[in-house]
């Protein structure tokens, strides 16, 4: 069984930044997509950044140039760096991934979510 722990969301003023963590455990035989998703009250959740196996990134242009994804594959954890931080990025950020399970199957995993909230 796969699960996922975030970690890293909080308070901040606009301008600030702020680190989100998604470490990932279980066995698998490989994690492949690693992105992060938000979700503000009251609109649907939308793609933020994504990141291949192989290292290419993907984010929404409202985000471009501030955010940031990586991972770290030999401790199974994605982070999403985010700089020059704006009350609109207010949400509930969630990680998900998808593995290959040990059975040869394609997984997606959700995290539980951590609150980003940014204060003007």
């Known amino acids: 069984q796969v699960q996922l722990v975030e970690s890293g969301g909080g308070l901040v003023q606009a301008g600030g930044s702020l680190r989100l963590s998604c470490a990932a455990s279980g066995v698998v035989r490989s994690i492949n997509a690693m992105d992060w998703y938000r979700q503000a009250p009251g609109k649907q959740r939308e793609l933020v950044a994504a990141?291949?196996?192989?290292?290419?990134?993907n984010y929404v242009d409202s985000v471009k140039g501030r955010f940031t994804i990586s991972r770290d594959s030999a401790k199974s954890t994605v982070y999403l760096q985010m700089n020059s931080l704006k009350p609109e990025d207010t949400a509930v950020y969630y990680c998900?991934?998808?593995?290959?399970?040990?059975?040869?199957?394609?997984?997606?995993?959700w995290g539980q979510g951590t609150l980003v909230t940014v204060s003007s």
């Open positions: 998900r991934i998808v593995v290959l399970t040990i059975t040869m199957e394609d997984l997606e995993v």
């Open positions: 990141i291949t196996r192989g290292g290419s990134t």
